[in-house]
């Protein structure tokens, strides 16, 4: 039997830059704006990287010089589209059999303001703990998504 469906997680964020703007900050910059205590993992994070190609891989080192993987990219559509694959369970532990997708579209909303919509799908492969999963990913995605505007509006 498979798994009940869960509703995905859906953001919005409103970064007063460029399309292209966003999806660089987002991407070749995500080591400056990522939370540093957002991934609930030890040891903190020190560097947050996104290979930028289709493939690439989605990582953290941490203060400790440990590597934390977290998923691929399946998607590069660049300024447009981003769809990543996180493959991390509900026990905050990398898990390569597991994919859980997200997209991220970057939506020119004027010539220096851009609309990111996000969806984290297919939670329900996390199994038996993914209600809980949806609300930690849920509260996370609104911090990472504020970050992103902040740093942008500083840059």
């Given at each position: 039997m498979?798994?009940?469906k869960i509703e995905p997680v859906r953001k919005e964020q409103l970064i007063k830059v460029s399309q292209a703007r966003a999806f660089q900050l987002f991407t070749e910059k995500m080591d400056r704006w990522w939370p540093r205590t957002n991934s609930g993992r030890k040891p903190e994070t020190k560097e947050m990287f996104l290979e930028c190609r289709e493939?690439?891989?989605?990582?953290?080192?941490?203060v400790d010089d440990s590597l934390f993987t977290w998923g691929k990219v399946l998607i590069w559509s660049p300024p447009e589209k981003l769809i990543l694959a996180w493959q991390i369970n509900a026990e905050f532990k990398y898990d390569p059999n597991l994919v859980t997708e997200v997209e991220i579209n970057f939506i020119e909303e004027g010539p220096k303001?851009?609309?990111?919509?996000?969806?984290?799908?297919n939670i329900e492969k996390v199994g038996v703990n993914a209600h809980a999963f949806w609300t930690s990913v849920d509260g996370g995605w609104r911090i990472v998504l504020d970050s992103i505007r902040k740093m942008a509006e500083n840059s």
């Open positions: 498979s798994p009940k493939g690439g891989r989605w990582y953290e080192i941490g303001l851009t609309r990111l919509t996000l969806e984290h799908r």
